[in-house]
């Protein structure tokens, strides 16, 4: 874990430098509020993001008299570091939060390819169980500190995309699936969803992996 320099911030009064968007959850079945020490948590201290992410897509057809052959593959291994212009203490001056994204492709979305992508975000909001206006509705903080995203292209279009996306509050009727995860020491959700179908065939070989990120938070002295 790094450490960063301890420093002093009035903020808006509220744990942050700006007043967090307001969520009505109340229709969400799958909702995890965090605590203000864990969104400042977020917010203030989430230094890196490790993704593991990969796809490949191959196809060979020996078929005569035109045999053709393409193989397009990327991943995504790297720690992703919010510094060095976003260190805790100037944060201060992001009046909404940070968001960061990784990306790595292999092929053209003129022609066809492998497209991932690895976001991290400090976006902070606030959760309510009913009308926002309602102070006593107010029932924690909400954020989604990482996302996954894969991409296949042919022709400019992505015909297959499969997101994964770890936050706090989500409907079990917009993903394929939405399961308990804890990452960097938080409990959340990790959401599920694919559009498309992926290539399949007698010639074609196609499939990715992926593990849950792992986060990684200042320290202070």
């Keep these: 874990m790094p450490t960063a320099t301890p420093f002093t911030a009035l903020g808006r ?33 989430l230094y890196s993001g490790t993704p593991t992410l990969s796809y490949s897509w191959t196809y060979t057809s020996p078929t005569p008299p035109n045999p053709e052959s393409y193989s397009y593959s990327a991943s995504l291994n790297s720690e992703v570091v919010l510094t060095p212009d976003k260190y805790p203490h100037d944060r201060v001056c992001y009046v909404s939060g940070i968001s960061l994204n990784e990306s790595e492709s292999d ?11 690895f976001q991290l975000s400090t976006f902070i909001r606030r959760l309510y169980n009913g009308v926002t ?57 990790k959401a599920e969803r694919e559009i498309g179908t992926e290539p399949s065939g007698t010639d074609i070989v196609a499939g990715g992996t992926e593990s849950d990120p792992t986060l990684d938070f200042y320290t202070y002295p």
């Design 133 to 189: 206006t309602d102070e006593d509705n107010f029932i924690g903080y909400g954020a989604f500190p990482a996302r996954y995203w894969t991409e296949l292209y042919g022709s400019f279009v992505p015909f297959y995309i499969k997101m994964i996306s770890y936050g706090t509050h989500f409907k079990s009727s917009d993903w394929d699936s939405v399961s308990p995860v804890t990452i960097g020491g938080i409990d959340l959700f």
């Design 107 to 117: 092929g053209t979305e003129e022609d066809r390819g492998v497209f991932l992508r």
């Design 13 to 45: 009064g509220n744990g942050f430098p700006f007043c967090p968007t307001k969520v009505d959850v109340s229709t969400f079945d799958n909702v995890r509020e965090l605590t203000l020490a864990e969104a400042m948590k977020i917010f203030w201290n």
